[in-house]
T-cell receptor, first 114, second 115 residues
Framework: DTAVSQTPKYLVTQMGNDKSIKCEQN?????MYWYKQDSKKFLKIMFS???????INETVPNRFSPKSPDKAHLNLHINSLELGDSAVYFC?????????????FGPGTRLLVL | AQKVTQAQTEISVVEKEDVTLDCVYE???????LFWYKQPPSGELVFLIR??????QNEISGRYSWNFQKSTSSFNFTITASQVVDSAVYFC????????????FGRGTQLTVWP
């Protein structure tokens, strides 16, 4: 069974559209994250939720809105997509908040905005 | 501020050679955690190791070994007798000794192992 799963794996869409990426973890973890990997492979955190509570909100455009319906799911909704949003988005989870906990990553969602 | 530097952008070796990937970090925290992740061509991020700042013991796992030296703020990764399947981008990351869990990543080193 996949520990951290994301859907879809690939997403191709037009500028201006709204899209969502879903993430689910079956590890029983309390904390989940979204990271963005740009075209140069640089990884940067976007958001983190602990037990459905937002605990990290980096400087990202407010077109990006995370939603955590329960602690096993963290979805990412993006409004009014722009060309610069093209990237790979990774979901991750850790047992609980705290840097001593290892983060396990999903397979990534490759978003291409045309 | 936290910073992780992986000065080697790309490394190419021939199979069976040993290769060391460098990682230098900056932090003012006394408690921090260091990680290595592997990103193979298929794109997923695979956890390799975690080290806390109080544990400078080197670690060996099969062909992989890690050398943590606080004196030089380095956490280097060596692959012994490299194999084609080791070809990937390797990321070093740092987490502060706080409770938020944010990972600061280096820019990665692309390792290519030729047959």
């Amino acid at each position: 069974d996949t520990a951290v799963s994301q859907t879809p794996k690939y997403l191709v869409t037009q500028m201006g559209n709204d899209k969502s990426i879903k993430c689910e973890q079956n590890l029983g973890h309390d904390t989940m994250y979204w990271y963005k990997q740009d075209s140069k492979k640089f990884l940067k955190i976007m958001f983190s939720y602990n037990n459905k509570e937002l605990i990290i909100n980096e400087t990202v455009p407010n077109r990006f809105s995370p939603k955590s319906p329960d602690k096993a799911h963290l979805n990412l909704h993006i409004n009014s997509l722009e060309l610069g949003d093209s990237a790979v988005y990774f979901c991750a989870s850790s047992r609980r908040r705290g840097t001593q906990e290892t983060q396990y990553f999903g397979p990534g969602t490759r978003l291409l905005v045309l | 501020a936290q910073k992780v530097t992986q000065a080697q952008t790309e490394i190419s070796v021939v199979e069976k050679e040993d290769v060391t990937l460098d990682c230098v970090y900056e932090t003012r925290d006394t408690t921090y955690y260091l990680f290595w992740y592997k990103q193979p061509p298929s794109g997923e991020l695979v956890f390799l190791i975690r080290r806390n700042s109080f544990d400078e013991q080197n670690e060996i796992s099969g062909r992989y070994s890690w050398n943590f030296q606080k004196s030089t703020s380095s956490f280097n990764f060596t692959i012994t007798a490299s194999q084609v399947v080791d070809s990937a981008v390797y990321f070093c990351a740092l987490a502060r000794g706080s409770t938020l869990g944010r990972l600061y990543f280096g820019r990665g080193t692309q390792l290519t192992v030729w047959p």
